[in-house]
């Protein structure tokens, strides 16, 4: 069975950046449609970017411009590069393909 894991979360102050890696034990990601989701305590979980296999990317609003969605297909991973953070980025991050989910990597942004 496919896993997906995500890691590369943290703490960071407003301002700053991260890097998110999503690793599939498959190379699930080269022929798939691969997105990224994040859930803020209490909120529901949102949609952040998606990445196509022909490499053409769409970006939720509120990450336009500061959140870049790539993919290494020799790794089979996916990442989220974030810049420009901000408190309101603070969430659990996911990556998904197909029906499959990762567990997620904490992102915290302090003001």
């Known amino acids: 069975q496919v896993q997906l894991v995500e890691s590369g979360g943290g703490l960071v102050q407003a301002g700053g950046s991260l890097r998110l890696s999503c690793a599939a034990s498959?190379?699930?990601?080269?022929?798939?449609?691969v997105s990224w989701y994040r859930q803020a305590p209490g909120k529901q979980r949102e949609w952040v970017a998606t990445?196509?296999?022909?490499?053409?990317?769409k970006y939720a609003n509120s990450v336009k411009g500061r959140f870049t969605i790539s993919r290494d297909n020799t790794k089979n991973t996916v990442y989220l590069q974030m810049n420009s953070l901000k408190p309101e980025d603070t969430a659990v991050y996911y990556c998904?393909?197909?029906?499959?989910w990762g567990r997620g990597t904490q992102v915290t942004v302090s003001s």
């Open positions: 990445l196509t296999t022909g490499g053409n990317t």
């Open positions: 998904k393909v197909l029906l499959l």
């Open positions: 498959t190379g699930i990601f080269s022929d798939n449609v």
